[in-house]
């Protein structure tokens, strides 16, 4: 099955700086990523998500790049903000036929110092 | 409704006992799922259902835990005979359907604690 490592576990920036967070899965099968942001006490909710047919996609504050050849994909976070301070998840599914069940990575604490 | 809600918040249950766990999709989602989240982790995946149909089931780790969506609406996992090794958060999701690529909105889980 799938596999999904994450990485790093745990991320300080100052406000105002970048983060990135990187994530590799081991099925070449799988066609869409999506990224999750969790806070305390709060199921996660998407912020992000990226298909097999494209190479990067930018929402405001946040991007995600994906390279299929080498099997991983990661997620830009530019101007971090302490509202940013999170643990975000990455995640990645077959879709389709495999009804879209996701397997996420580990996660990684996000920790905006302002 | 305008979320996915989750009852109870929070569950504490003696080992052995039975629980029932309960999910309210979106209105008009077809396609629910349930994962596991320990501490710590990521959510693992449990069973999803589109419809009334449980489409996959192969995320349940064993026979003690069971879901249902009679109505292809709410969904209940049940856990038989509990243990301390089945406390975590149960997270419930739903989407449009199984067949496209749109993300899930997630409740806000249900903390179980088995003592």
């Known amino acids: 099955g799938e596999n999904v490592e994450q990485h790093p576990s745990t991320l300080s920036v100052q406000e105002g700086d970048s983060a990135v967070i990187k994530c590799t899965y081991s099925d070449s099968a799988s066609n869409y990523f999506p990224w999750y942001k969790q806070e305390l006490g709060k199921g996660p909710q998407l912020i992000i998500d990226?298909?097999?047919?494209?190479g990067e996609k930018k929402d405001q504050r946040i991007a995600v790049t994906l390279n299929k050849t080498a099997k991983h994909f990661s997620l830009h976070i530019t101007e971090t903000q302490p509202e940013d301070s999170a643990v975000y998840f990455c995640a990645a599914s077959r879709a389709v036929n495999a009804g879209n069940m996701l397997t996420f990575g580990g996660g990684t604490r996000l920790m905006v110092k302002p | 409704g305008a979320g996915v809600s989750q009852t109870p918040s929070n569950k504490v249950t003696e080992k052995g006992k039975y629980v029932e766990l309960r999910c309210d999709p979106i209105s008009g989602h077809t396609a629910l799922y349930w994962y596991r989240q320990s501490l710590g982790q990521g959510p693992e995946f449990l069973i999803y259902?589109?419809?009334?149909?449980?489409?996959?089931d192969s995320g349940l780790p064993n026979d003690r835990f069971f879901a249902v969506r009679p109505e292809g609406s709410v969904s209940t996992l049940k856990i038989q005979r509990t243990e301390r090794g089945d406390s975590a958060v149960y997270l419930c999701?739903?989407?449009?359907?199984?067949?496209?690529?749109?993300?899930?909105?997630f409740g806000s889980g249900t903390r179980l604690t088995v003592v």
């Open positions: 259902f589109q419809g009334t149909g449980a489409a996959d």
């Open positions: 999701a739903s989407s449009w359907d199984m067949w496209t690529n749109y993300g899930y909105t």
């Open positions: 990226i298909r097999s047919n494209v």
